[in-house]
């Protein structure tokens, strides 16, 4: 079965400091994977795209990484910010019989000042 | 280009009422999603058309539901008749949706959060 699972469900850090969540999937075949931010009351926006042959890939604060072997991908966050305070979404696109698009659960951010 | 525009953004109904929601996808994307967002079950995907057409609607909850495309640039989510289960954050996204590269990214639309009573 096709699945996106992503942890922690939740995570409180200091404004400043790094973060990693992490995403594991079981779509096969594999076409790409996206992380999406969604900021409380506003639909999802994504951050990052990786196909099968990056292995990290860098947008401002945000670095994915992708580890096609063993179907995981992180989202690091560096020097964190109160506006990282919000919903991260990753999303598999993939599987058989037609190209799906499978979200995961998210995991809820928040960053204290 | 505005983005995707959905009306309304907030609706509160009744138990037993129709409810329409609608959204207006960016000009020359060619696939449009609707989904449900909950607390409890994340996003989920309702159904997408590709080119006007309803390719998946495996994830449409039952009969009350009903999605239609008309044209590239109109969309309709009616629920008839609601119940307070409904109640939630409904998105529309759209996208240039190609065969599998990686120019496939949604563009979400703002929600329409419907609470059903």
């Known amino acids: 079965k096709n699945q996106v699972e992503q942890s922690p469900q939740s995570l409180i850090i200091l404004e400043g400091k790094n973060c990693t969540l992490q995403?594991?999937?079981?779509?096969?075949?594999?076409?790409?994977l996206r992380w999406y931010k969604q900021d409380t009351g506003r639909g999802p926006v994504s951050l990052t795209i990786?196909?099968?042959?990056?292995n990290t890939k860098s947008n401002g604060r945000y670095t994915a990484t992708l580890d096609a072997d063993t179907k995981q991908s992180s989202l690091h966050i560096t020097a964190s910010q109160l506006s990282d305070s919000a919903s991260y979404i990753c999303?598999?696109?993939?599987?058989?019989?037609?190209?799906?698009?499978?979200f995961g659960a998210g995991t809820r951010l928040f960053v204290k000042a | 280009d505005a983005g995707v525009i959905q009306s309304p953004r907030h609706e509160v109904t009744e138990m037993g009422q129709e409810v329409t929601l609608r959204c207006k996808p960016i000009?020359?994307?060619?696939?449009l999603f609707w989904y449900r967002q909950t607390m409890m079950r994340g996003l989920e995907l309702l159904i997408y058309?590709?080119?006007?057409?309803?390719?998946?609607d495996s994830g449409m909850p039952e009969d009350r539901f009903s999605a239609k495309m008309p044209n590239a640039s109109f969309s309709t989510l009616k629920i008839q008749p609601s119940e307070p289960r409904d109640s939630a954050v409904y998105f529309c996204?759209?996208?240039?949706?190609?065969?599998?590269?990686?120019?496939?990214?949604?563009?979400f639309g703002p929600g329409t959060r419907l609470t059903v009573l």
């Open positions: 000009s020359g994307h060619n696939s």
């Open positions: 058309f590709n080119n006007n057409v309803p390719i998946d």
């Open positions: 999303v598999v696109r993939g599987g058989t019989g037609g190209f799906k698009t499978i």
């Open positions: 996204a759209s996208s240039l949706l190609t065969s599998g590269g990686a120019g496939d990214e949604q563009f």
């Open positions: 995403c594991n999937y079981t779509v096969s075949p594999f076409s790409n």
């Open positions: 990786m196909t099968f042959s990056e």
